[in-house]
């Protein structure tokens, strides 16, 4: 491998980086797919497939889904609960992350990407045509393109000046559970508002698995360890020896924050593009991970930089206007949250158009943007001293 040249070299294994893989390798790029990890590989996620996320799956992908959502329950600080019935037509799925994110690496491989999977980027280096890559393995990798999905604490990110707005710390265990507690979270999902500014709790149900967790801004370590113990106790599954005990730092990148340069681009959480509010990424992941494939691809085979230039710029205007568009509205929302969590939760649970909006955004029907367009989450605004 060392000192080859490829069209397309992706660094990362996840949803973004597979799906860029897969795409780029289906316009007839030769792509090269490294992952720092052994695929498949653990990763925290509560992995909720929301509708939009299931659009940018390719088909026959041959993930097991563990379950399908058709109820939410809501809390508030372990009160007030109340379920909400959904009634969208393409429900919430989840799914273990290894399981979706092999997957996703066989597809690219199906298509004719090379995976190296072992094979950390230890370094990035821009040269006059191409992007030169040097991997933990000591080879020098050459490439016309570049993808950088590398996760949060991107080395390509890195490279590129990535700077975040938002940093959140995830704390998350999965349980085994037996057939009496499976039965009572089937089909439903649980959020729960916390005690910390912006905090919540989830309990996502996967067959015989509950994966559980907290989020709360980083820098609130121990309280949000804390949370997790009570949250667990509460739910009753505190007694039960985890399968996984693990956490990680969710970002959301700074506006102004670059998503490409020469012929570099990022996707997914190296680009720090992640749901403020929900800290989901999946679907961002997916979403970035298909258009840089597409754009990378075209920076490949570039033969001017006029056309060079347009190919970047298109993938930066629409991450920018789709992808940020729903990270500024979902800001909005954070903000309301972050101050008067009980206005979101009685939105939520109280005024039935909110909830139908929230459940078209899980069903893959509508956005975030849209959702504050409905009366109810303007007035939610105005209470809050937030203009739209």
Known sequence: MSGELWDVVVVGAGPAGASAARVAAEAGSRVLLLERAAVPRYKTCGGGLIGCSQEFLPPNLGVTIRDEIQAVTFGLRGRWQRTLKSAGNLPC?????????AALTRAA???GAVVRDRTPVMAVEDG???????????DLVHARALVGADGSASRVGRHLGVHCEQVDLALEVEVPVDRRVAANWRGRMLMEWGPLPGSFGWVFPKDDVCTAGVVA??????ATRAYLREFLERHGLAHLTPLHDTGHLTRCRHPDSPLARDRVL???DAAGLCDPWSREGISFALRSGVWSGRAAARV??????????RARDDYVTAVRTTLGGEMRASRQIMDIFRRRPAVVHTALTAVP????????????????????????????????????
């Open 93 to 101: 799925r989840m799914v273990f992350r290894d399981e979706l994110d």
């Open 109 to 111: 491989a199906g298509a």
């Open 128 to 138: 006059e045509g191409v992007v030169t890559v040097r991997t933990g393995t000591g």
């Open 217 to 222: 801004a980083k820098g609130n370590g121990e």
């Open 266 to 268: 990022l996707a997914g």
């Open 300 to 309: 490949a085979q570039a033969e001017s930089e006029a056309e060079l230039e």
């Open 353 to 388: 158009p909110v909830w139908r909006r929230v459940d078209a955004y899980l069903t893959g029907t509508t956005t975030i943007p849209d959702l504050l367009g409905t009366r109810p989450a303007r007035a939610a605004l105005k209470v809050a001293g937030i203009v739209p």
